[in-house]
């Protein structure tokens, strides 16, 4: 069984930073690609970023790309979102997840097996 716990979300101003964490534990950490998504009120949850098992290769949103930067720690089996220039737009539940095999892509939700809670991220005008 896996377990995921994010951390790092909170209130910040527009044009503002945050970094979210996502410590896992339960598999070889190492061995599985992860992935970062969000919903906001009254819309579907969608993909931001993904990370390869390696950390060799990562995959964002259009709409995030060039702000957000994904990396991994697999010493320490996590996962961080870096988040700059936000915008209110970018107003979430942030939530980490993992697929349900190793040595595959966390991009697409229906490969995935595991979410963590969520951690709100909130940005204000």
């Known amino acids: 069984q896996v377990q995921l716990a994010e951390s790092g979300g909170g209130l910040v101003q527009a044009g503002g930073s945050l970094r979210l964490s996502c410590a896992a534990s339960?598999?070889?950490?190492?061995?599985?690609?992860m992935g970062w998504f969000r919903q906001a009120p009254g819309k579907e949850r969608e993909f931001v970023a993904a990370?390869?098992?390696?950390?060799?290769?990562?995959d964002y949103a259009d709409s995030v790309k060039g702000r957000f930067t994904i990396s991994r720690d697999n010493a320490k089996s996590t996962v961080y979102l870096q988040m700059n220039s936000l915008k209110p737009e970018d107003t979430a539940v942030y939530y980490c997840?993992?697929?349900?095999?190793?040595?595959?892509?966390?991009?697409?939700?229906?490969?995935?097996?595991?979410w963590g809670q969520g951690t709100q991220v909130t940005v204000s005008s």
């Open positions: 997840a993992v697929p349900r095999q190793p040595y595959t892509s966390a991009r697409a939700m229906n490969l995935l097996g595991y």
């Open positions: 339960g598999r070889t950490f190492s061995n599985y690609g």
């Open positions: 990370i390869s098992w390696s950390g060799g290769t990562t």
